[in-house]
């Protein structure tokens, strides 16, 4: 586009850093759309005993949840670690991954997540980390699966 005017200036000025804008006032949340949902278990990859800082055994760091699309979901947290990274996310478990059709509402999947969180808590081979972050034995993690899609199929009934 052509420009239609402009204004003298110095190099210095024109070339300056602009100021920073103002800090939003208000919460900004972004809310999935209601829907079809899948459960999903997310294991960090990398040295466990580093990240929580101390010696976790055989343990893996995980979280739970649920999501229209888990691969995209764990994309998402992937995004918010720096591009060089000794830790990584992947998905450990998932609804569409392993040949379940999604659950038809986010209550459905509700009930999944909750009855998956309830067994990550089982001491001593699960604690959590906080929100939907456990520390938790493969064989613990196993049995959270089976528990939290057993629960989202029988919701309601």
């Not at 000025?13 to 804008?21: H, L, T």
């Not at 990584?88 to 009930?111: F, I, L, M």
Request: hydrophobic share 35%; charged share 20%.
């Amino acid at each position: 586009n052509p420009i239609l005017g402009s204004s003298p200036a110095s190099a210095a000025e024109v070339f300056a850093p602009s100021q920073a804008g103002p800090v939003s006032q208000n919460p900004f949340v972004t809310k999935e759309s209601e829907g079809p949902k899948h459960l999903y278990i997310l294991r960090l990859t990398g040295n466990a005993d580093a990240f929580v800082g101390d010696s976790v055994g055989r343990k893996l760091v995980i979280k739970a949840g649920f999501s229209k699309f888990p691969q995209s979901r764990c994309d998402a947290h992937n995004r918010t670690l720096p591009g060089k990274c000794a830790f990584k996310w992947e998905v450990y478990y998932s609804g569409d991954g392993s040949g379940h059709e999604p659950y038809p509402s986010s209550q459905h999947a509700k009930a999944g997540e909750r009855a998956m969180q309830e067994v990550l808590c089982g001491e001593p081979a699960g604690e959590s980390l906080g929100g939907e972050f456990f520390l938790a034995e493969p064989e613990l993690i196993d049995e959270a699966w089976a528990q939290g899609n057993s629960a989202a199929r029988n919701y309601g009934q």
